[in-house]
């Protein structure tokens, strides 16, 4: 009698475990063209899926992680590509506290705390005056429109002795593709989500470089543009680490120009900087 019952529980065990093993793979949607034929063909709606988004705009929340503190501040901004870039830092009650902006090829920079407006060339270190991170402004806006700027692909040239390489595979386990790109020692390393084809994972291999994490994939009605709520960076040799948050955006909008106009508020004093972000030294009299 106890062998019989023991016989059923364990039949009992078994049959979940049975109907698990033998469940098919789960279905995925891999848009209306189907799966990708090839690397290639990856990239390119890869490519396409980040170029539908050229200007967002609206508040979100700004959080660092580095050396010098850690923190999280309120914020608006306005991006439009190429390079156009508006950050307002927030106090708790919605003053602005820094302005951020540039055109791609100069900045304006007025801190609140220092009664200053700084302005010159639009490197990647007059950027790290106000945020914690060193990279051209043009770099800056791809990752805020929710782009994984990516190692430069060419084809074979014997005189440079490089050869680009693309390869593909899908993993079930994330139900994600890997599209690598292999530029001599440089590998580059995507995760890219179907059927929105935008990369949530970017990972460089033999390169100095960030990296970088797309979540929050939003779907915008009624283009049915895609595009990340969330993007984190991390620069490990640095010890930084950022994450943009968008909790409102509005999405390819007629852009509002004067939102990248460079001219200091009136009656602050300018400081004109270098390329370097020192102050400039004033002409010979």
């Known amino acids: 009698m106890l062998a019989a019952i023991a016989r059923q529980r364990f039949a009992l065990l078994i049959l979940p475990v049975a109907f698990l093993l033998g469940c098919p793979p789960r279905r ?11 690397a290639k063909d990856l990239l390119a709606r890869v490519n396409f899926a980040e170029s539908q988004v050229f200007s967002l705009k609206g508040d979100g929340r700004l959080g660092v992680d580095s050396p010098q503190g850690k923190g999280s501040v309120t914020l608006f901004a306005a991006v439009q590509h190429p390079a156009f870039i508006h950050i307002e830092q927030l106090d708790f009650f919605g003053k602005p506290q820094g302005v951020f902006v540039t055109d ?26 106000f945020l914690p991170i060193v990279m051209p402004p043009s770099e800056l806006a791809s990752v805020m429109l929710g782009r994984a ?25 994330l139900q994600l593709f890997v599209l690598t790109i292999t530029r001599g020692k440089v590998r580059q390393i995507l995760h890219v989500q179907p059927p929105s084809y935008r990369v949530v994972k970017s990972r460089a291999e033999n390169l100095n470089a960030y990296e970088l994490d797309f979540s929050d994939i939003t779907t915008i009605e009624p283009s049915g543009v895609t595009v990340p709520k969330t993007a984190a960076l991390d620069a490990r040799l ?23 106009d460079l001219a200091p508020p009136e009656g602050i004093p300018v400081v004109e900087v270098d390329a370097n972000g020192d102050p400039s030294q004033p002409p010979a009299q």
């Open 238 to 260: 640095a010890k930084t680490k950022v994450e943009l948050v968008w909790k409102e955006m509005a999405v390819n909008e007629a852009p509002d120009m004067t939102l990248f």
């Open 104 to 129: 791609g090829e100069r900045f304006g920079l007025y801190m609140a705390q220092e009664g200053k407006f700084f302005r010159g060339p639009a490197t990647a270190a007059n950027l790290s005056r």
């Open 149 to 173: 700027p990516r190692i430069p692909i060419r084809s074979a040239d014997q005189s440079a002795g490089a050869v680009d390489e693309l390869e593909m595979r899908f993993d079930d386990s």
């Open 28 to 38: 995925v949607d891999f848009g209306k063209d189907g799966a990708p034929t090839s």
